[in-house]
């Protein structure tokens, strides 16, 4: 049963263009969502988070949307730049467990010239 | 930011074999690691708790015997898979805590292991 669901596996954006990753999740009871980059034979490293009493969360080019209601979860990228190129998971946690995670399975970006 | 290294990042075994993947915090210590599986075109699924001094808690439907976790140092938990099977092959990558950051954001990923069983 995938609790968190990514259902994009690739993403085209053209460079200085807005790119958008979307998560689905079915269990009310994730109360904190992280989005994660991962670059080809490196392990994810944190991108940015969102707590479940919030709606926005934005650091930089890097903005996460949450809505609740619709147990949906956005990355927006603006502008989006070739280093961007990577692999995106999301990933959400249960109240009270602090690192036990649950991932999607990632959406590949690809930014072009 | 902290690095965590493992090793190896590829392994290639006959079945019936036992494989060590190593997972060190280079930069910190780390009371508590994380290990993840990751079939293709599937999300990274936690396997187990390793902690620090104690046994490691498991997911359900993963078998503590096959897959031996030790957590003996602040710096250091390694994976052993037991009498791999091909079924095993997999993505293994481990990821550790820095206990001062703020929730979730102090994990820090290893960059994975390729164990491909024949």
């Known amino acids: 049963d995938q609790q968190v669901k990514q259902n994009s596996p690739s993403l085209s954006v053209q460079e200085g263009r807005i790119s958008i990753l979307n998560c689905d999740y079915t269990n009310s009871m994730f109360d904190y969502f992280l989005w994660y980059k991962k670059y080809p034979a490196e392990g994810p490293t944190f991108l940015i988070s969102i707590s479940s009493i919030k709606d926005k969360n934005e650091d930089g080019r890097f903005t996460v949307f949450l809505n609740k209601s619709a147990k949906h979860l956005s990355l927006h990228i603006v502008p989006s730049q070739p280093g961007d190129s990577a692999v995106y998971f999301c990933?959400?946690?249960?109240?009270?467990?602090?690192?036990?995670?649950?991932f999607g399975t990632g959406t590949r970006l690809q930014v072009t010239l | 930011g902290a690095v965590v290294s493992q090793h190896p990042s590829w392994v290639i075994c006959k079945s019936g074999t036992s494989v060590k993947i190593e997972c060190r915090s280079l930069d910190f210590q780390a009371t508590t690691m994380f290990w993840y599986r990751q079939f293709p075109k599937q999300s990274l699924m936690l396997m187990a708790t390793s902690n620090e001094g104690s046994k490691a808690t498991y997911e359900q439907g993963v078998e503590k015997d096959k897959f031996l976790i030790n957590h003996a140092s602040l710096t250091l938990s390694t994976l052993t898979v037991t009498s791999a099977h091909p079924e095993d092959s997999s993505f293994y990558i481990c990821s550790a805590r820095e206990e001062s950051g703020a929730r979730n954001e102090k994990l820090f990923f290893g960059s994975g292991t390729q164990l491909s069983v024949l």
């Open positions: 990933a959400a946690a249960l109240t009270g467990t602090a690192s036990k995670l649950t």
